[in-house]
């Protein structure tokens, strides 16, 4: 019985063991002398930037979303700080580093929430730097992604894939889009003038 009884418990002890040691050990840093989880230190990176952000503070906030990538790269909040860096450059009127960090989430967080809306912002970024062509190829891609719901921001894309059409002198390739557009644009004499422009352009073809 008792051999038994001591049989029982040794298993019970390895079973134990073998289930503790397959378990990944959660990963911690240490922060001012304390040991925290990774995801708790980085979220309060995070947070202590946001709190600059939210406040206007750009440059400080700057330093601190980039020290945060430094210290904190494989975070959930990476997507983030990268979006919220593009959004800083962008308000700063520095277009070549907002592009660099929308083209980051686009091309190294596909599958982020913010990607659509990093998409959209590379193609703006693209159409301030005057390179139409990958202004027009990066909106149509957010045009395909683009929910429904936000008819406004698919006319403007739509707005700035024509214009970039045009640009390029492919002023037959722009008329669909200005047409698409026109239906979402809230203003109805931009409207209006964005139908009657797509119009005269496939009208000059049946003129050919």
């Known amino acids: 019985m008792v051999r038994g009884r001591w049989l029982r418990v040794w298993l019970l002890a390895a079973l134990s063991l073998a289930v503790f040691t397959g378990c990944p050990k959660q990963r911690t840093v240490v922060v001012d002398?304390?040991?925290?989880?990774?995801e708790e230190a980085a979220k309060n990176a995070f947070d202590a930037a946001e709190a600059s952000f939210s406040k206007t503070n750009y440059k400080p906030a700057l330093?601190?979303?980039e020290a945060f990538l430094k210290d904190f790269p494989k975070s959930s909040l990476a997507d983030d700080a990268i979006f919220r860096?593009?959004?800083?450059h962008e308000a700063m009127g520095d277009v070549p580093n907002?592009?660099?960090?929308?083209?980051?989430i686009v091309s190294d967080y596909p599958g982020s929430d913010l990607a659509s809306e990093a998409r959209f912002k590379l193609g703006v970024a693209y159409f301030r730097a005057e390179r139409w062509n990958?202004?027009?190829e990066m909106l149509k891609g957010?045009?395909?992604r683009a929910s429904a719901l936000d008819p406004k921001r698919l006319a403007?894309?739509?707005t700035l894939i024509a214009e970039s059409l045009e640009r390029l002198a492919k002023p037959l390739d722009a008329a669909p889009y200005r047409l698409r557009a026109a239906k979402g644009l809230e203003d109805a004499v931009l409207a209006q003038w964005s139908r009657e422009r797509?119009?005269?352009a496939l009208h000059g073809v049946t003129d050919v």
């Open 33 to 38: 002398g304390k040991e925290i989880p990774y």
């Open 134 to 136: 990958d202004c027009a």
């Open 63 to 65: 330093e601190k979303y």
């Open 85 to 88: 860096i593009g959004v800083i």
């Open 156 to 158: 403007n894309a739509r």
């Open 142 to 144: 957010y045009e395909k």
């Open 98 to 104: 907002a592009g660099r960090a929308f083209g980051r």
């Open 198 to 200: 797509a119009l005269k």
